[in-house]
T-cell receptor, first 112, second 112 residues
């Protein structure tokens, strides 16, 4: 049973425009959320995170929004750059636990 | 440089032949874990370890063993591999108390 879902397997965006990647979760016990970026032949690398006590966290071009009532989070990349082309995974963690539950990933392609 | 190192990166083997995938980290992290990545399923946790000699099952532990005799090493053992264990495996380090996990570059296993 997939507790973290990324319903869009792929997304294409023009360079300079905004990329919006979405993630939904089903378990209300999740209280910490992360986004990872993965290039081919490499492991996932941490991008940005958000605690459930916040609804927004920003780091440079990357912003994560959390809507707890909808059990939904999104990652905004503005402006998108060709180097952002990668697979993006969202992940969630329960209170008091360390293991992460991952979504299935969204492949972002930024077109020059 | 902070690193999580997995070996081998690629392995093709046959059903029933025991194999070990090594994982080593240089960040003095107590928490380490193993994931497998399969198409349409994202990353799923196999086993994790909170510290030396402390290991526990993740979401998909069947057919796997781990050990944690030293803090830096966390090998994954397949005693009798089967074709359904063909997958991409990632070792991760850190991630305790809302710190992000660091991933190795992955090991692609093919069990014939």
């Amino acid at each position: 049973d997939q507790q973290v879902k990324q319903n869009s397997p792929s997304l294409s965006v023009q360079e300079g425009r905004i990329s919006i990647l979405n993630c939904d979760y089903t378990n209300s016990m999740f209280d910490y959320f992360l986004w990872y970026k993965k290039y081919p032949a490499e492991g996932p690398t941490f991008l940005i995170s958000i605690s459930s006590i916040k609804d927004k966290n920003e780091d440079g071009r990357f912003t994560v929004f959390l809507n707890k009532s909808a059990k939904h989070l999104s990652l905004h990349i503005v402006p998108s750059q060709p180097g952002d082309s990668a697979v993006y995974f969202c992940a969630a963690r329960k209170t008091g636990a360390n293991n992460l539950f991952f979504g299935t990933g969204t492949r972002l392609t930024v077109i020059p | 440089e902070a690193q999580v190192t997995q070996n081998p990166r690629y392995l093709i083997t046959v059903t029933g032949k025991k194999l070990t995938v090594t994982c080593s980290q240089n960040m003095n992290h107590e928490y380490m874990s193993w994931y497998r990545q399969d198409p349409g399923l994202g990353l799923r946790q196999i086993y994790y370890s909170m510290n030396v000699e402390v290991t526990d099952k993740g979401d998909v532990p069947e057919g796997y063993k781990v050990s944690r005799k030293e803090k830096r090493n966390f090998p994954l053992i397949l005693e009798s591999p089967s074709p359904n264990q063909t997958s991409l495996y990632f070792c991760a380090s850190g991630g305790y108390s809302n710190q992000p996990q660091h991933f190795g570059d992955g090991t692609r296993l093919s069990i014939l």
